[in-house]
């Protein structure tokens, strides 16, 4: 498998993804909203781009599909509740599809709402494991719910899949908002001296060459996975005075991602 991060330089910080197989030369194209840099790196790459995959219907995830198809023929596959959301949808996934790409590549659909309720993360299998999340996931951060989500079904997602993956899973999210992420992280968790050094490294740091990040580094320095800190708590109750001494976990994500929208 081979993963081309494209870093398209707009307003809205995305990235996009294309995926190929090493034998094949196929590839897959996630959230192409820059299809002329999609094409040209597929081009230059020697690659067809046969597939198009939407994370979800956002309009910064979907608005380069119809240049890809043009130039391309590519299908459309994006979640199965997409239908009617998406123009030209080709195939609707539900959690547990395989999306294959030549020979070489497969790639798990997982259901994950929260930032949109048909929002879909792929999965690779295989020597290289790694997990495109879209808008669910950020370096050091989490999605919004603004427009058609819902947070607490974004705290399942989080607690019941993406917290379970392999430490060594490689995140490749939809938009680079590392170093925000990382000062909201130290806001809520001033002696987090993981972000503190992450956060000088990424300073300033140009995001054509963006730092991946894994699940492991997540848990260290992502306040969305870090529910049961105390310091995390004793920061969030002083905002909230009313919340119990030990809240539950689901209830502290609800409360950073409360403050994350106005922060």
Known sequence: ??????????????????IACS???EAIAIDPLDSAQCLQV???????ITQILNTHEHHDHTGG????????????LAHARAKGKIPGLSRGLVAGDIVRVGKTVELEALDTPGHTMCHICLRAHGQQSAIFTGD????????????????QSLYNTFAEQLEKLPPETRVYPGHDY????????LDREP???KAADLLDQLTGQDPANAHVSTIAEEREVNTFFRLRSPS???????RFPDLPEHPDPRTVFIKLRELRNSW
């Open 1 to 18: 498998m081979i993963v081309k991060q494209i870093w398209t330089a707009n307003a809205y910080r995305n990235f996009n993804y294309l």
């Open 23 to 25: 034998e094949t030369g």
């Open 191 to 193: 002696d987090n001296e």
């Open 65 to 76: 599909n119809q240049a890809v198809v043009d130039q391309t023929g590519a299908k459309v």
């Open 136 to 151: 669910t996931l950020f370096n050091a951060g989490a999605g919004n719910c603004h427009n058609g989500g819902d947070p």
């Open 178 to 185: 590392a170093e925000n992420n990382l000062r909201f992280t």
């Open 42 to 48: 597929a081009r230059e790459a020697g690659w067809e």
């Open 232 to 238: 995390v708590i004793a920061q969030l109750r002083e």
